[in-house]
């Protein structure tokens, strides 16, 4: 079946330190791969996402290439706020079958210290 | 445009009680999911709809949770006999159609099962 794996937390990092977030996949095809981010107390918001090999997601100074030849969607961004400071989560979309579920991560819980 | 809404935020139930939970998807979409996001199960797909089809019930854990779609926009999903493991917070999603992967979230309803 389909799974995700994600880099365990917490990660603590100062503000305006480098990210990275690794996330691999296991799945047959070509799923289309999500970051999610869940700020405190709020549901979850898309981030970004890729839907073939070797396409790049970015949204608010965070980017992530789905890399087919490593199963791979690690997220990065170069130089970390405070506000971001939440859980983020990776996930995955199989490429065939009826339902579109989407697979998740266990989740990532970053802060950011000022 | 509005997003997809829940109803209500949160809800605590007593052990036996039955509970419903509400949700109304972005207007237009025909996809619907819930999950469940609990700490010691991350996030789990319960049921999938898509138009006027059979659902999808492959990710319900027992027979005390169903839900239902009126009219192809509302669902609910109703847990009978409610057991202190349902306490969760209980996410739906929608997305256009099968084909569109991208999933948007509510804020969820966060259960409590004493």
């Known amino acids: 079946g389909n799974s995700v794996t994600q880099m365990e937390g917490p990660v603590t990092l100062s503000e305006e330190a480098f990210l990275t977030i690794n996330c691999t996949y296991t799945?047959?095809?070509?799923?289309?791969l999500f970051w999610y981010v869940q700020y405190p107390g709020e549901g979850l918001q898309l981030l970004l996402k890729a839907t073939k090999a070797d396409d790049k997601g970015s949204n608010k100074g965070f980017e992530a290439t789905y890399r087919k030849e490593t199963t791979s969607f690690h997220l990065e961004k170069g130089s970390v706020q405070v506000s971001d400071s939440a859980v983020y989560f990776c996930?995955?979309?199989?490429?065939?079958?009826?339902?579109?579920?989407?697979?998740f991560g266990s989740g990532t819980q970053l802060t950011v210290l000022p | 445009g509005a997003g997809v809404s829940q109803s209500p935020s949160n809800k605590v139930t007593e052990k036996g009680k039955d509970v419903e939970l509400r949700c109304d998807p972005i207007s237009g979409h025909t996809a619907l999911y819930w999950y469940r996001q609990s700490l010691g199960q991350g996030l789990e797909f319960l049921i999938y709809f898509q138009g006027n089809s059979a659902p999808d019930k492959s990710g319900l854990p027992s027979d005390r949770f169903s839900a239902e779609r009126t009219g192809g926009s509302v669902s609910t999903l109703t847990i009978q006999r409610t057991q202190q493991e349902d306490s969760a917070v209980y996410l739906c999603?929608?997305?256009?159609?099968?084909?569109?992967?991208?999933?948007?979230f509510g804020p969820g309803t966060r259960l409590l099962v004493l």
């Open positions: 996930a995955l979309s199989p490429s065939s079958g009826s339902a579109r579920q989407l697979t």
């Open positions: 999603a929608s997305s256009l159609n099968p084909a569109e992967k991208t999933q948007y």
């Open positions: 799945a047959t095809g070509y799923p289309s």
